[in-house]
């Protein structure tokens, strides 16, 4: 585009302009700017010195990572409750805007919408706080769970129950604001086509698997490739606020690691060289999602 091309579309979107300026500069700022702390991962990092001034020890850091004694627990922990997690919440939401979708009765479609988005809106403590009195040794699930026969005692210092309770909690409060997006995609569905379907003598369920799934299936696509990119990023604030020492051996993840290398034993530079190694992971992913989808469909992000 040639400059007076340039001032010509400045001065006819000008107002678009100075409107999006702010996400530009939040951006900016707290997105790229912050990646000048990459460096720390090459570093034997000293907060006196800076980032610029600290020992530069190449990969190092990377070294006492890769054969750390944690490096094999960290890796199977992250991978499968970001797997179990994306196996059994993102179908819900999908299927919970189809649901929704059938119903007919406006007022009672907003009643649960507003129902089932205010779990997501609850503060990280509050919702860990929930979950550590629900499944306390007395807690109402944990009796609940007796009644019909399953293990006794505090539930969330079981290793083997930490999984089910983190992606049950995840479901629990993602899944009705998580439907918001699909809900749209919904909206965007031509309504002749369920008039045809319906001439030709389709019923409800055939509409949905012909019309209604098809309608959607690009946007689906497009958040699983999304979702890929994060496979192993898991929330790092809750495994925190839930975990303890006794389920170290199934809750610990890289997320968790970092957070006790780095703010709690102040190393910084092996911290960030964790965070890096986990998010060069989740590009790999995030590029690998990509080109399966452009290669068996025609949705890709890039």
């Known amino acids: 585009m040639r400059m007076p091309e340039i001032r010509k579309d400045w001065a006819t979107n000008k107002s678009l302009y100075l409107m999006i300026l702010p996400v530009v500069a939040f951006v900016v ?105 629900f499944f306390a040794s007395t807690g109402a699930i944990t009796s609940l769970v007796e009644s019909l026969g399953g293990p006794k005692g505090n539930l969330l210092g079981m290793p083997s129950m930490f999984r089910p309770i983190f992606v049950g909690s995840n479901i629990w409060q993602g899944f009705g604001f998580g439907s918001i997006i699909y809900m749209a995609a919904l909206t965007g569905i031509d309504e002749q086509q369920y008039e045809a379907a319906e001439l030709d003598g389709a019923g409800r369920w055939k509409q949905t698997l012909h019309v209604t799934l098809p309608g959607i299936a690009s946007t689906v696509i497009i958040m699983l490739i999304l979702r890929m990119g994060s496979l192993m990023s898991v929330s790092f604030e809750k495994v925190i606020l839930l975990y303890s020492p006794s389920t170290y051996s199934t809750a610990d993840v890289i997320s968790s690691f970092v957070y006790r290398k780095g703010l709690l034993e102040a190393n910084y530079g092996y911290s960030t060289a964790v965070g890096l190694f986990n998010s060069v992971i989740n590009l790999g992913f995030l590029v690998g999602a990509n080109a399966l989808s452009r290669k068996f469909s025609s949705t890709s992000l890039f």
């Not at 649901?99 to 089932?116: G, M, P």
């Open 29 to 133: 700022l707290f997105s790229y700017v912050p990646m000048a702390g990459i460096l720390m991962a090459f570093e034997r990092f000293s907060p006196k010195n800076g980032i610029f001034g600290s020992e530069w020890i190449w990969f190092q850091n990377f070294k006492d990572f890769f054969s750390s004694y944690y490096l094999g627990r960290l890796l199977k922990n992250t991978f499968l409750l970001s797997f179990y997690d994306l196996v059994f919440s993102f179908p819900v939401p999908i299927v919970f805007a189809l649901l929704l979708n059938e119903v007919r009765h406006k007022q009672f479609k907003k009643v649960v919408q507003t129902i089932s988005y205010m779990p997501f809106f609850i503060s990280m403590v509050v919702v860990a706080g929930i979950l550590i009195d």
